[in-house]
């Protein structure tokens, strides 16, 4: 086993001992991600970048630098703008792209120290949900069925996050999260994803998908890992007004394995008709583990749980229309090359025609629809409307007294590529049922291993916490993340 | 609901995408199914429903009305398919 495969928390311990240095636990990483390119969780690294990060942090270190991230190697989804390092959002519109600033978040973890050993690959714009849809090679999961070695999708939109840091090829990584982005690909890769609360985490820097919708946040291997890429990578912004402008707490400090008196909600319309006996069990492990930890397991309510698929494929699609509005060939990205006679509109088109993939271009034309005049009311005001009753039903739970909400974070363990959603795109939407009333409510949620399935496929639960609540969530997390002692590696085949 | 041939010509142009005509039935049979999948949005009682605005109950910050940036022709072009002399450079808009 090499450095790459350490937890976050271990190797900063060996770093700040000075057993081991950056240098030689970047190198490790950069070996293993040379050779996973059968995997295709990279998008973009730099070798000499790398080892250039590496070795400043070593400086750091040697002074006596001891924060937790300094010298770790983190995996950046591509959808984050790093400077001067290629930002294409697995887009062909993006084509060439090479921001002139950073992202709020990327810049955090610069300055801790952490090594950022390049880009992840995903869905285009983060549509979608088993990085099948993008302009480079679809992710692969280092998970296989038994006996099996039909490639498996490593969930998505972050699919290359999820798959580095199963695969061993970094320590953590950052996602992002609109429908279930962080925490599908985290159940189905068997490591901790976590989606913070909407404003937790700045937006500024990251290529916009669906705004009000959007966030930042970490994949590690453990839960503590991901409490302390959360401290790093949190807090307010002057660049993003929705960002919450509050001291971040110490996350990692919530996790003391106490969580007596603390009230779990278990929601009954999550039971879907049909859900696979091994998810139920799952379900009711996770309800044992805590209520035998000194928490107290209630039944509640959710009543409009099954309208979020639909008010979230409204609302989604319409910002994503706005925000992908910018993409015209003119100021960065792709032009399709059009003689000096073609008009400006048409130049729009085919530029947009030929820079976008088809799911993109599928909810850029429904987003375009359901803001259109005579549509408008119907469509999205309605789904608005819905909305304020998906996050009161939250309020509602939370309200009686629940201080958090356990479900399965998916409904199914990961499938193989190329066999959802061909012939009927909604089948791929219903993937996202459990995790995507998380982001129209705004809250945390964090996606955890559980068990193994019969094919030997990891399957993960989801905590949903209060707004804010992260340190509260992690401390759930841990609890179950020490009773179900997940220790399952995928074996490796690439 | 159905969506017409010529209302998904309409979309795709409203949306500044090219489609070619062939690919305009599959694209209404697809927007066709998404839609009537939010149709079940209709079962809901949304009488006297605020639409919601913010997901998290924060005030906006304002901030002072000064200049932070500017003044970076050169890197705002960095990134230009196209540019010449300082502006970016477009198809003739004007006739």
């Known amino acids: 086993m090499g450095l790459s495969s350490l937890t976050i928390s271990e190797a900063s311990n060996l770093l700040i001992k000075g057993d081991i240095t950056a240098t030689e636990l970047s190198q490790s990483c950069l070996e293993e991600v040379d050779a996973s390119s059968a995997l295709n969780a990279f998008s973009w690294y730099d070798h000499d970048l790398v080892l250039e990060q590496a070795k400043a942090a070593d400086q750091r270190l040697a002074k006596g630098d001891d924060s937790p991230l300094c010298g770790i190697p983190l995996g950046i989804k591509d959808l984050f703008c790093v400077k001067e390092t290629p930002t294409q959002a697995a887009s062909k519109i993006l084509h060439g792209f090479k921001p002139e600033y950073e992202s709020t978040v990327t810049q955090k973890l610069k300055d801790t120290g952490s090594v950022l050993l390049g880009k992840l690959n995903m869905d285009e714009f983060a549509m979608g949900s088993s990085t099948e849809h993008t302009v480079y090679s679809p992710v692969i999961s280092p998970w296989r069925a038994k006996g099996s070695d039909k490639p498996l999708t490593a969930g998505g939109s972050s699919g290359g996050s999820a798959a580095a840091v199963a695969a061993n090829l970094c320590l953590g990584a950052l996602g992002t999260d609109t429908g279930g982005s962080i925490r599908q690909p985290a159940a189905f890769t068997g490591v901790v994803g976590l989606k913070p609360t909407y404003g937790r985490c700045s937006r500024w820097g990251i290529v916009a998908f669906a705004s009000s919708l959007d966030q930042a946040g970490p994949f590690a291997r453990t839960v503590k890992d991901v409490a302390l890429i959360l401290e790093a990578i949190a807090g307010y912004d002057p660049k993003d007004s929705t960002s919450y402008d509050a001291k971040v707490p110490q996350f990692s400090s919530f996790i003391t394995g106490d969580i007596r008196g603390k009230k779990i909600g278990i929601p009954k319309e999550y039971r879907l008709d049909g859900m696979p006996e091994e998810i139920e069990a799952i379900w009711e492990e996770g309800k044992e583990i805590l209520k035998d930890s000194g928490a107290t397991i209630v039944d509640i309510s959710l009543p409009h749980t099954r309208y979020a698929l639909p008010t979230y494929y409204v609302i989604a ?29 048409d130049m729009y088109k085919r530029t947009r025609g030929e820079g976008f993939g088809p799911e993109v271009k599928r909810r850029v034309m429904i987003g375009t629809y359901v803001l259109s005049q005579g549509f408008y009311e119907a469509y999205y005001i309605r789904a608005q409307k819905v909305r304020t009753l998906i996050k009161r039903d939250f309020e509602n739970a939370f309200d009686l007294g629940v201080d958090a909400i356990l479900t399965p974070t998916t409904p199914s363990s990961a499938f193989a590529l190329g066999t959802i959603g061909e012939d009927d795109p909604i089948k791929m939407y219903l993937n996202d049922v459990f995790t995507v009333t998380v982001n129209l409510a705004g809250l945390p949620g964090i996606s955890v291993p559980a068990r193994l399935d019969s094919k030997g496929l990891p399957l993960g639960l989801q905590l949903i916490g209060k707004p804010w609540g992260e340190g509260d969530l992690l401390n759930l997390s841990q609890v179950i993340e020490t009773n179900v002692n997940f220790d399952f590696k995928p074996q490796r085949w690439w | 609901m159905g969506l017409s041939l010529d209302e998904a010509r309409k979309v795709a142009h409203l949306a500044r995408i090219h ?52 003044g970076d022709k050169e890197v705002v072009l960095s990134n230009a398919p196209l540019s010449e002399q300082g502006f970016f450079a477009v198809p003739k808009v004007v006739e």
Request: without cysteine.
């Open chain 2, 19 to 70: 489609v070619e005509e062939d690919e305009l039935p599959a694209i209404a049979k697809e927007l066709s199914g998404i839609l009537d999948f939010m149709g079940q949005l209709n079962e809901v009682d949304i009488t006297g429903i605020v639409p919601m605005t913010s997901v998290t109950p924060m005030k906006l910050k304002l901030r002072q009305d000064v200049v932070s940036t500017g």
């Open chain 1, 317 to 345: 699609p319409a910002e994503a229309s706005s925000n992908l509005a910018r993409y015209d060939g003119i100021r960065y990205g792709y032009r399709a090359s059009v003689d000096s006679e073609t008009n400006i509109v």
